[in-house]
């Protein structure tokens, strides 16, 4: 199956730093998303970004699908900020949208 | 409001007796997934359904089961839990080959006594 593998595992931010989370994927695909998953699990969509770049509010990502990675950019980070950001990836060819997820950044912000 | 609805957000059942969680959908979404994620771990797949046909996963056990009833329920049975099910499960719901996302619901924590 494809891999996906997301870097860095861990980031400790101060409030106000601005981050930058990588994606890599080892094949081609029909769609990208990033999500964010808060302390109660939540798993909340941030972008469905499958190439190009999209910006909403402090978050923005860049997908460059010809060159398989994905790059989401927290600036003025929050503490609200803080928990797992997955990547996740459709195959392209997929009929049936299964995403395959990478392992997480684990994003802590201190105030 | 909520588009893909989990009930309930936590349960606790004990070691080997029935459980069965829930998953509604708004969105007439003709795909609807079951995923396990256990502590620090990814989202894994366990199954899916594309309209009324079922998709498992190889390495899903077989003590879970899913029922679909119609378009906007989706049920996860697990016959026999053990406390390695304890975990989050998260129903997420797709319309596949339309470009847009998948939607996820916000959970169900099982914890086993």
């Known amino acids: 199956g494809i891999q996906v593998e997301q870097s860095p595992p861990d980031l400790i931010l101060q409030e106000g730093a601005n981050s930058t989370l990588r994606c890599n994927f080892s094949?081609?695909?029909?769609?990208l998303q990033w999500f964010h998953q808060n302390p109660w699990g939540q798993l909340i969509n941030l972008f469905y970004i499958p190439s190009g770049t999209k910006q909403n509010g402090r978050l923005s990502a860049t997908t460059v699908a010809t060159e398989r990675y994905s790059l989401l950019y927290i600036s003025s980070s929050q503490t609200t900020d803080s928990g797992v950001y997955f990547c996740?990836?459709?195959?392209?060819?997929?009929?049936?949208?299964?995403?395959?997820f990478g392992r997480g950044t684990q994003l802590t912000v201190w105030p | 409001d909520a588009m893909v609805i989990q009930n309930p957000r936590y349960q606790v059942t004990q070691f080997g007796k029935p459980v069965t969680l829930s998953c509604s959908q708004t969105?007439?979404?003709?795909?609807m997934y079951w995923y396990q994620q256990k502590s620090s771990q990814a989202p894994k797949l366990l199954f899916h359904?594309?309209?009324?046909?079922?998709?498992n996963e190889a390495d899903t056990p077989d003590n879970f089961q899913s029922r679909r009833p119609n378009t906007s329920f989706c049920f996860l049975d697990i016959r026999s839990p053990g406390l390695g099910d304890a975990a989050m499960y998260l129903c997420a719901t797709s319309r596949v080959r339309t470009n847009q996302p998948q939607h996820f619901g916000d959970g169900t924590r099982l914890s086993i006594l």
């Open positions: 359904y594309y309209d009324k046909d079922f998709n």
């Open positions: 996740a990836v459709e195959l392209r060819g997929s009929t049936l949208g299964r995403l395959y």
């Open positions: 094949d081609s695909v029909n769609n």
């Open positions: 969105l007439n979404h003709n795909v």
